[in-house]
């Protein structure tokens, strides 16, 4: 059992620019990345056999986004809104180089 004041493991970090996850830091993440695209494949061949059956596998990835999406959420870093790093001062990040004297 982990103490409580231990940090937890990040398996989706935060995307630097824009809002949502990137792509995943450690094994258990591609495994659920790899098991989603798996799951779309089988679901594919299986429901799409029968092509009247397209509003079905429409349904099915829906549910099988939520549940991506609910993984990413439970173990990724807390989504927002991020545009880039922030520093203290722009002269900081080095996009003044070139007017240097």
Same mark, same amino acid.
């Given at each position: 059992?982990?103490? +409580?004041?231990?940090? =937890?493991?990040? &398996?989706?970090?935060?995307?630097t620019y824009g809002w949502g996850w990137g792509p995943p830091v450690c094994w258990q993440g591609w495994?659920?990345?790899?098991?989603?695209?798996?799951?779309?494949?089988?679901?594919?061949?299986?429901? !799409? +056999?029968? *092509? =009247? =059956?397209?509003? &079905?596998?429409? %349904?099915?990835? !829906?549910? %099988?986004?939520?549940? !991506?999406?609910?993984?990413?959420?439970?173990?990724? @870093?807390? *989504?927002?809104?991020?545009?880039? @790093?922030?520093?203290?001062? *722009?002269? @900081?990040?080095?996009?003044?180089?070139? =007017?240097?004297?």
């Amino acid at each position: 059992m982990k103490p +409580s004041g231990a940090p =937890r493991k990040i &398996w989706f970090p935060a995307k630097t620019y824009g809002w949502g996850w990137g792509p995943p830091v450690c094994w258990q993440g591609w495994a659920v990345v790899f098991a989603y695209i798996a799951a779309a494949c089988v679901g594919a061949m299986v429901i !799409l +056999s029968d *092509p =009247r =059956r397209a509003y &079905w596998y429409t %349904l099915y990835m !829906l549910a %099988l986004t939520a549940a !991506l999406i609910a993984v990413s959420w439970w173990k990724g @870093e807390k *989504p927002g809104w991020r545009w880039g @790093e922030k520093t203290a001062d *722009p002269r @900081e990040s080095g996009a003044d180089q070139s =007017r240097k004297r």
